[in-house]
């Protein structure tokens, strides 16, 4: 029926965080803020589970100072007819690295929330059905689960990102189709950029009007 993520992280800039790059914060450098930087990822979320996008209608805010943006409000249109919310956040609030996904169906609401660190105590897994408290599923059982099933021979990585990079690289030695595709990032970064004409605009962007000049 719907969904909302909420894609939240502190500053990764120096004039935040003392002793950081600034790349990020400088928009000759990054070509925009939170939205391109780390929720160009949760774009890439929504399009693999609700497929193509069809429209787009943004805001945008510059809280900081810097000439990118630090949030972004997004309301995504697919085609299936599921309308999503996209909520992403460059805070002071050192430390804080965490995206929450909730889906909610007619009969059922799904709430998973993560960091970037594997195990990190903010992780949660929750399932609702009609009629039923809320299940919370063991988050590191799942996890584990998961690695086993990738073929991942050790445990001594940091960061989630590992075992798709690990896939992507085995898929191109085998000389297989490595997922995700190059169309798949198309499809993360057409949203992206339609966020992003609408917040100028102020009006809903078609993704299927990308392939015109800007």
């Known amino acids: 029926m719907g969904y909302l993520i909420r894609d939240d992280q502190y500053w990764p800039t120096g004039a935040v965080v003392p002793g950081h790059s600034s790349w990020r914060s400088e928009r000759s450098a990054a070509g925009g803020g939170a939205l391109i930087e780390h929720s160009i990822h949760s774009a890439d979320i929504a399009c693999w589970l609700f497929g193509p996008v069809r429209t ?14 630090d949030v972004a409000a997004l309301t995504i ?22 995206r929450r996904v909730e889906v909610f169906l007619e009969a059922g609401a799904v709430e998973v929330t993560t ?26 059982v799942l996890a584990e689960a998961q690695f086993t099933a990738f073929g991942l021979p050790r ?60």
């Open 56 to 69: 787009v209608q943004a805001q945008t805010r510059s809280m900081f100072g810097f000439d990118v943006e």
């Open 77 to 98: 249109t697919h085609d299936s007819g599921v309308v999503g919310t996209l909520l992403t956040v460059f805070n002071g609030v050192r430390g804080r690295e965490e």
């Open 115 to 140: 960091d970037f660190v594997v195990g990190a105590s903010e992780d949660r897994f929750l399932i609702h059905r009609p009629d039923e408290p809320a299940r919370l599923l063991d988050s590191a």
């Open 155 to 214: 445990r001594d990585f940091v960061f989630y990102t590992y075992p798709a990079d690990r896939a992507f690289i085995e898929a191109v030695r085998r000389g297989e189709p490595p997922a995700p595709t190059f169309d798949d990032a198309r499809r993360a970064h057409q949203l992206v950029e339609a966020a992003y004409r609408s917040a100028a605009t102020g009006e809903a962007v078609a993704v299927t009007s990308l392939t015109a000049p800007p």
